[in-house]
Protein backbone atom coordinates (compact mmCIF):
# COMPACT_ATOMS: atom_id res chain seq x y z
CA UNK A 1 0.00 0.00 0.00
CA UNK A 2 1.34 3.57 -1.38
CA UNK A 3 0.54 6.84 0.45
CA UNK A 4 -0.22 10.69 -1.43
CA UNK A 5 3.97 10.51 -1.09
CA UNK A 6 4.18 6.66 -2.76
CA UNK A 7 5.68 6.33 0.82
CA UNK A 8 5.14 2.45 1.36
CA UNK A 9 2.84 2.20 4.41
CA UNK A 10 0.09 4.21 6.12
CA UNK A 11 0.62 7.72 7.17
CA UNK A 12 -0.04 7.35 10.65
CA UNK A 13 3.03 5.20 10.71
CA UNK A 14 5.10 7.63 8.73
CA UNK A 15 7.46 10.25 9.97
CA UNK A 16 8.30 12.99 7.81
CA UNK A 17 10.65 16.01 8.56
CA UNK A 18 9.94 19.33 6.75
CA UNK A 19 12.79 22.08 6.25
CA UNK A 20 11.34 25.25 7.50
CA UNK A 21 12.47 28.16 5.30
CA UNK A 22 9.72 30.62 7.41
CA UNK A 23 7.76 31.20 4.15
CA UNK A 24 4.17 29.75 3.66
CA UNK A 25 4.57 27.19 1.28
CA UNK A 26 6.85 25.08 4.18
CA UNK A 27 3.93 26.08 6.66
CA UNK A 28 1.20 24.94 4.30
CA UNK A 29 2.90 21.99 3.50
CA UNK A 30 3.55 20.87 6.88
CA UNK A 31 0.26 21.72 8.30
CA UNK A 32 -1.50 19.49 5.00
CA UNK A 33 0.66 16.56 6.43
CA UNK A 34 -0.30 16.69 9.65
CA UNK A 35 -3.66 16.95 8.84
CA UNK A 36 -3.29 14.05 6.28
CA UNK A 37 -2.42 11.86 9.68
CA UNK A 38 1.73 12.03 9.04
CA UNK A 39 4.07 12.23 12.05
CA UNK A 40 5.62 15.33 11.57
Known amino acids: ???SLD???RPEDTR???AM???VDSSVVA???K???YDV
Open 1 to 3: MLN
Open 7 to 9: LPG
Open 16 to 18: VVV
Open 21 to 23: SGG
Open 31 to 33: ALM
Open 35 to 37: KQG
